[in-house]
């Protein structure tokens, strides 16, 4: 059974409540108004990217002393680092280092990553794993509207991406990470309504489909998550399902990309597209990991060309998705 936020998932349009002008009034009240006015350039550098621009309104509130922690290089290795449960940098956003308007700006970042039910599903994870939001971290790798730029925000069971698009063929930016809590049973993490997505594909399938989408191998180690850009994967791939089939492959994936704002999910799109679309994907369940020898498979994965995402759905949810053209 999915909680009543997933539910809402379903049915919530995806827009945001908080307007750009809205913010700007907020932000104007807790003292940042005049900076935030003052560097209208980032909306023209990162094409008027909502997220983007409001990074790099955060990033010239920043002093020199804040800055020398939390802004590294481009080339810094820590961009690159894939982990469910670390910090890019030790400042949490609730402590003493950030002032009460650049906490808020935090906020309206996460808030304009994702959708409008997404972020209430990001929100509730990060309060039930962690306390909140400002229990997470965030840095910058080289400077907002650069050619080269990169910021993330990283905890326990989350890390999020955006580069305004300076990394071209590159989804979010890099491989992202969420999951969900210490819940025993599959049913009650809060992603699990995607589990029930691509089980409804495996429930539409022949017996000869599903015994070879189902692998007898575990499903592979977390660390294994970047894109192979292999042309055959074992599985079953979504070019050999009837178009009904690959329109339930559609469904479980628009629930995925969905969490997330609307320009990731349109890049994503565009670039499966550009490796053969839907029909390059394979679809991977993981027979050793029934959790509740119930016939639902709570491990899976959709592979393919560009494409990985992985889903660990117990002791409790670690998930990835990483998509990529190179």
Known sequence: MTSPLSDRFHKQADSRNLGRRQFLAAAGAVGVGSTILQNNLFASAVGGSKAETVIG???ETLSESQKSVVCKEFGDALRKKVNANWHVVKPLIGSDFYSKSQRNMVHEIVKQLTSESGFELITKQTEDDDGGIDAYSVAWFGKPGSDAFEWMLTGRHLTLRADGNTQKK????GPIVYGHGEETAPEDNLFFFQTEKVNKVFAALSTEQRNKALLKASIPSESSVRVE???NYSGLSVSALSSDQSALVNEA?????GVYREEDAKEARELLAEVGGLESLTLQFFANDDLKSDGVWDMWRI???NTCIHF???????AYIHIENV
Do not use: D, N, Q, W
């Open 312 to 318: 660990r759905g117990a002791p409790h949810v670690h």
């Open 170 to 173: 590159v989804v979010f930016g």
């Open 229 to 231: 850009k292999k042309e």
């Open 253 to 257: 994936l628009t629930s995925i990309l």
């Open 57 to 59: 309104e955060l990033y």
């Open 303 to 305: 592979v393919g060309k």
